[in-house]
């Protein structure tokens, strides 16, 4: 089984920063890539930001030039660093993984319980 632990969400400010970070832990063999999706009320949950283990990124239109997402493989960890926030961004913001468990050898897709990132205008 496998874990992904967000942190980071919270109010803002129009104009500032947050930067989510999410952990993953459990029986990983390898992880082929991490990434951020996010839902706001009444919308379809949606892409923000992936990185694969090549390093490749891809960004949705809306964030990019204002987010970086990047990885920390040894641990496992991905970050989604937010500026220039806008009142749109504010969502619900789930980690995802997909993740070659140790035992048995299988990809599956992991997901967060979610972190909330709102703001303000």
């Known amino acids: 089984q496998v874990q992904l632990v967000e942190s980071g969400g919270g109010l803002v400010q129009a ?5 989510l970070s999410c952990a993953a832990s459990g029986s990983i063999f390898s992880i ?3 990434g951020w999706y996010r839902q706001a009320p009444g919308k379809q949950r949606e892409l923000v930001a992936e990185v694969f283990s090549t390093g490749n990124t ?5 964030v990019k030039g204002r987010f970086t997402i990047s990885r920390d493989v040894a641990k496992n960890t991905v970050y989604l660093q937010m500026n220039s926030l806008k009142p749109e961004d504010g969502a619900v913001y789930y980690c995802n993984a997909q993740v070659v468990s140790s035992f048995p050898r ?6 967060g319980q979610g972190t909330q990132v709102t703001v303000s205008s």
Do not use: E, F, I
């Not at 104009?15 to 930067?19: A, F």
């Not at 299988?106 to 997901?111: A, D, E, G, L």
């Open 15 to 19: 104009g500032g920063s947050l930067r």
């Open 106 to 111: 299988v990809t599956r897709v992991y997901w």
């Open 32 to 34: 082929s890539a991490m």
């Open 58 to 62: 891809n960004y949705a239109d809306s």
